[in-house]
Protein backbone atom coordinates (compact mmCIF):
# COMPACT_ATOMS: atom_id res chain seq x y z
CA UNK A 1 0.00 0.00 0.00
CA UNK A 2 0.91 3.64 -0.59
CA UNK A 3 2.22 5.37 1.68
CA UNK A 4 0.66 9.07 2.70
CA UNK A 5 3.24 12.12 0.81
CA UNK A 6 3.72 15.73 2.26
CA UNK A 7 3.18 18.63 0.07
CA UNK A 8 6.28 19.64 0.53
CA UNK A 9 7.32 19.72 -3.34
CA UNK A 10 4.02 20.71 -4.60
CA UNK A 11 4.23 23.12 -7.76
CA UNK A 12 2.56 25.56 -10.14
CA UNK A 13 3.54 24.59 -13.72
CA UNK A 14 3.25 25.71 -17.10
CA UNK A 15 4.57 25.70 -20.15
CA UNK A 16 5.72 28.72 -21.61
CA UNK A 17 4.49 29.55 -25.23
CA UNK A 18 6.35 27.51 -28.04
CA UNK A 19 7.84 25.22 -25.56
CA UNK A 20 7.67 22.04 -25.15
CA UNK A 21 8.65 20.81 -21.72
CA UNK A 22 6.73 22.26 -18.21
CA UNK A 23 8.58 24.66 -15.91
CA UNK A 24 8.01 25.93 -12.34
CA UNK A 25 5.58 29.25 -12.86
CA UNK A 26 6.10 30.63 -9.16
CA UNK A 27 6.82 29.57 -6.32
CA UNK A 28 3.47 28.04 -4.11
CA UNK A 29 2.10 28.73 -0.36
CA UNK A 30 -1.22 26.78 -0.85
CA UNK A 31 -3.07 25.19 -3.72
CA UNK A 32 -6.54 24.30 -4.56
CA UNK A 33 -8.90 21.46 -4.99
CA UNK A 34 -8.02 19.68 -8.37
CA UNK A 35 -12.19 19.15 -8.86
CA UNK A 36 -14.93 19.30 -7.69
CA UNK A 37 -18.43 18.00 -6.48
CA UNK A 38 -20.18 17.21 -9.05
CA UNK A 39 -24.26 19.09 -9.39
CA UNK A 40 -27.09 17.33 -8.65
CA UNK A 41 -29.36 16.31 -11.30
CA UNK A 42 -33.22 15.58 -9.72
CA UNK A 43 -34.87 12.31 -10.92
CA UNK A 44 -37.40 12.17 -7.97
CA UNK A 45 -40.98 11.34 -9.27
CA UNK A 46 -44.06 11.09 -7.15
CA UNK A 47 -43.76 8.17 -6.13
CA UNK A 48 -40.37 8.63 -3.93
CA UNK A 49 -40.63 9.84 -0.55
CA UNK A 50 -37.48 11.15 -0.47
CA UNK A 51 -35.37 13.43 -3.38
CA UNK A 52 -33.16 11.55 -5.57
CA UNK A 53 -30.09 12.12 -7.94
CA UNK A 54 -27.94 11.70 -10.28
CA UNK A 55 -24.91 13.16 -11.03
CA UNK A 56 -24.14 16.19 -13.58
CA UNK A 57 -21.78 18.12 -14.47
CA UNK A 58 -18.33 18.54 -12.04
CA UNK A 59 -17.62 21.81 -10.60
CA UNK A 60 -14.36 23.16 -12.02
CA UNK A 61 -13.75 26.41 -10.35
CA UNK A 62 -11.66 29.16 -10.55
CA UNK A 63 -8.43 27.82 -8.34
CA UNK A 64 -6.12 30.30 -6.06
CA UNK A 65 -2.80 29.80 -5.46
CA UNK A 66 -0.92 31.78 -2.77
CA UNK A 67 2.57 33.24 -3.15
CA UNK A 68 5.32 35.46 -1.85
CA UNK A 69 4.86 38.26 -3.51
CA UNK A 70 8.01 39.83 -5.02
CA UNK A 71 8.07 42.35 -7.76
CA UNK A 72 9.81 39.92 -10.77
CA UNK A 73 6.76 37.15 -10.15
CA UNK A 74 4.32 39.67 -10.44
CA UNK A 75 5.53 41.09 -13.11
CA UNK A 76 6.13 37.74 -15.00
CA UNK A 77 2.45 36.54 -13.98
CA UNK A 78 0.85 39.83 -15.07
CA UNK A 79 2.76 39.38 -18.35
CA UNK A 80 1.04 35.99 -18.98
CA UNK A 81 -2.56 37.17 -18.25
CA UNK A 82 -4.65 36.94 -20.82
CA UNK A 83 -3.02 34.29 -22.76
CA UNK A 84 -4.28 30.67 -22.58
CA UNK A 85 -1.34 28.52 -20.73
CA UNK A 86 -0.79 25.04 -20.65
CA UNK A 87 -0.84 24.85 -16.95
CA UNK A 88 -0.62 21.89 -14.31
CA UNK A 89 -0.19 21.45 -10.56
CA UNK A 90 2.42 18.70 -9.82
CA UNK A 91 3.60 16.51 -6.65
CA UNK A 92 7.41 15.37 -6.13
CA UNK A 93 10.39 16.19 -6.78
CA UNK A 94 14.45 15.51 -5.82
CA UNK A 95 16.34 17.56 -3.39
CA UNK A 96 19.41 19.42 -4.89
CA UNK A 97 21.71 21.47 -3.02
CA UNK A 98 19.01 22.76 -0.88
CA UNK A 99 16.16 23.00 -2.93
CA UNK A 100 13.65 20.44 -4.90
CA UNK A 101 13.14 20.28 -8.57
CA UNK A 102 10.05 19.28 -9.60
CA UNK A 103 9.37 15.91 -10.96
CA UNK A 104 5.84 15.61 -10.60
CA UNK A 105 6.53 11.40 -9.76
CA UNK A 106 3.73 11.74 -7.61
CA UNK A 107 1.09 12.81 -9.70
CA UNK A 108 0.69 15.75 -12.40
CA UNK A 109 -2.80 17.58 -12.80
CA UNK A 110 -2.97 19.08 -15.96
CA UNK A 111 -5.04 21.42 -17.72
CA UNK A 112 -5.43 24.85 -19.90
CA UNK A 113 -6.53 27.86 -18.95
CA UNK A 114 -6.02 31.89 -17.96
CA UNK A 115 -4.34 33.58 -14.92
CA UNK A 116 -4.95 36.35 -13.14
CA UNK A 117 -2.69 37.59 -10.22
CA UNK A 118 -3.30 40.08 -7.41
CA UNK A 119 -1.40 41.44 -4.56
CA UNK A 120 -3.50 39.92 -1.52
CA UNK A 121 -4.48 41.72 1.57
CA UNK A 122 -1.97 42.69 4.49
CA UNK A 123 -1.43 42.85 8.23
CA UNK A 124 0.97 43.38 10.93
CA UNK A 125 3.88 41.54 11.22
CA UNK A 126 3.44 39.24 7.83
CA UNK A 127 5.25 39.23 4.84
CA UNK A 128 3.30 40.53 1.26
CA UNK A 129 1.58 37.51 -0.85
CA UNK A 130 -0.32 37.25 -4.05
CA UNK A 131 -2.92 35.34 -5.19
CA UNK A 132 -2.62 33.78 -8.68
CA UNK A 133 -6.11 32.60 -9.92
CA UNK A 134 -6.61 30.10 -12.56
CA UNK A 135 -9.38 29.78 -14.98
CA UNK A 136 -9.58 26.50 -16.53
CA UNK A 137 -10.45 26.00 -20.30
CA UNK A 138 -10.43 22.20 -20.50
CA UNK A 139 -10.75 19.40 -18.10
CA UNK A 140 -8.08 18.62 -15.73
CA UNK A 141 -6.18 15.23 -16.65
CA UNK A 142 -4.11 13.42 -14.01
CA UNK A 143 -0.65 11.15 -14.95
Given amino acids: MDKAISTIGTFLMYKP ?3 TDYEKLVDIKTQPAMGGAPEQLETTT ?3 YMRTYIPGLEANDA ?3 TCNYNKTDYQKLKAL ?4 LDLALWFGGTKE ?3 I ?3 GAD ?3 SYKGYINVFVAEGEVNAVHD ?3 TTTASSEITFS
Fill in 17 to 19: SGG
Fill in 46 to 48: LSN
Fill in 63 to 65: KEY
Fill in 81 to 84: EGQE
Fill in 97 to 99: NGA
Fill in 101 to 103: TPT
Fill in 107 to 109: GKF
Fill in 130 to 132: MTV
